[in-house]
């Protein structure tokens, strides 16, 4: 029965990829058309097509009665995002980041972030939370289009080429993408959470665990293939904004939306409000200082999220399945490896504000000095 449910969530991954794939292709199209900018394609359209997985296991999650699958789903797959895929995606090339989302979509990360973890205290996702994680999303999606039409307003003509994707496909086959695109997405999600909810049953472990780990890492290959994308087409400022889009339809999406449609509310594990959560919204935290300084995420600060990736899933395994090492490897995590990555990024951080700071005040002197010497002559 494993291999079969593996097969399962094999299978169901496989319908997944092939719809989101196909409507990310259908969606930026549709937006190309309507005249939208490529930073706003890659923040908004293909970050929602490229959350719908996501949103259809959490969904799917939901009907079948396993809120630990739906939560392990959203946080793993957010905590995936930073650390695994910006870190990879960072170590093959270092990653520049836009001004805009720095001072504007990073921000909103982390305060919907912050707004999850305490909405999730008391343990339910109301309907009332549900309004408030969605109406996040809403509010930066509007404002993100708004300053995208400027940005396009300001050019002489759209595009022909779609960021993070082929060029533009007919209009027809682009609806025809969308609608086949929402059916994969649904297909597989029923699949994959079978399997998944199958092995966890198999293994003694969690639906939680298997969602923050198998369904997490499934779900966020979209992201991946598509920072790699734009890695090719060395557009590596939107594969950073794709993940911070990603992560905020995340929240306000896949969880929001779920939560409105079950208004009794969504039951939380209280594993994931304890540590999880919080492990999340750190990742978040974490990214903010990186991208502050120089507005590039180099190639050891890449490797360091993936180092710290696989920490957290050793952490995870060997905790659901109350490993004899668990003890141990805990202590070493919360008593040095973490206050170590706290002091190199406090370090780092005050070293790159400094050197900003001498630039800047080095530009403002040799500029005093440009008007004295023409106001002189």
Known sequence: MLLLDLGLVAAGLALLIGGGEALVRGASTLAVRAGLSPLVIGLVVVSAATSAPELAVTVGAVLEGEPGLA?????????????????????????????????FDI?????????????SLDGVLSLLDGVLLLGGLVIHASLSIIIGRKEASDVAHVPAAMPLNSNPVPLWLAMILVASGVGLLVFGA???????????????VSSLVVGLTVVAIGTSLPELATSLVALRRGERDMAVGNIVGSNIFNIGLVLGLPAILFAEGIALPSAAIALDLPLMLAAAVA????????????RWEGALFVALYVAYLLYVVLASTEHDAATGFTSIMLWFVLPLVGITLVAVTSYEVGIYRGRAIARRASSETEESGSSGS
């Open 71 to 103: 939560l392990g789903n959203v946080i793993g797959s957010n905590i995936a995002n930073i650390l695994l895929i910006l870190g990879l995606s960072a170590v093959l090339s270092p990653l520049v980041i836009r001004r805009q989302v720095v001072r």
């Open 107 to 119: 921000p909103v990360m982390l305060g919907v972030s912050i707004l999850l973890v305490l909405v």
């Open 190 to 204: 029923q699949t994959l959470v079978t399997g998944a909810v199958n092995i966890a049953l198999d293994l003694g």
């Open 287 to 298: 990214l903010f200082p990186i991208a502050f300084t120089g507005f590039v995420i180099a």
